[in-house]
Nanobody, 122 residues
Framework: QVQLVESGGGLVQAGGSLRLSCAAS????????MAWFRQAPGKERKFVAA????????QYLDDVKGRFTISRDNAKNMVYLQMNSLKPEDTAVYYC???????????????WGQGTQVTVSS
């Protein structure tokens, strides 16, 4: 019903920036809460950021507040994660996800992208 495809990951130096993109297919994109999660090697998948249907409300993991910005463009069926001042501890696979209700837990999200690798070197 909703297919998500992430892009924009890569290798960057500490202090650098990346913008991740998530392209969604389907007519109902605007009815979903959208979020980004990340999973580092050997760690649980962790909530990073979420955005409300119209983009008016956002929520972030404390560790990324002030550095990351989630946004969406419903006309284009796109969600973005702008990542600035990147740190080595940001290294992870980043996943785009969609949910019908506001949530920060993986279990509440119905659709997931394939993930995109972000590696931050020091």
């Amino acid at each position: 019903q909703v297919q998500l495809v992430e892009s924009g990951g890569g290798l960057v130096q500490a202090g650098g920036s990346l913008r991740l993109s998530c392209a969604a297919s389907g007519r109902t994109f605007k009815t979903y809460v959208m979020a980004w999660f990340r999973q580092a090697p050997g760690k649980e998948r962790k909530f990073v950021a979420a955005i409300s249907l119209s983009g008016g409300i956002t929520q972030y993991l404390d560790d990324v507040k002030g550095r990351f910005t989630i946004s969406r463009d419903n006309a284009k069926n796109m969600v973005y994660l702008q990542m600035n001042s990147l740190k080595p501890e940001d290294t992870a696979v980043y996943y785009c996800a969609a949910a019908k209700v506001w949530a920060t837990s993986t279990a509440r999200y119905d659709y997931w992208g394939q993930g995109t690798q972000v590696t931050v070197s020091s």
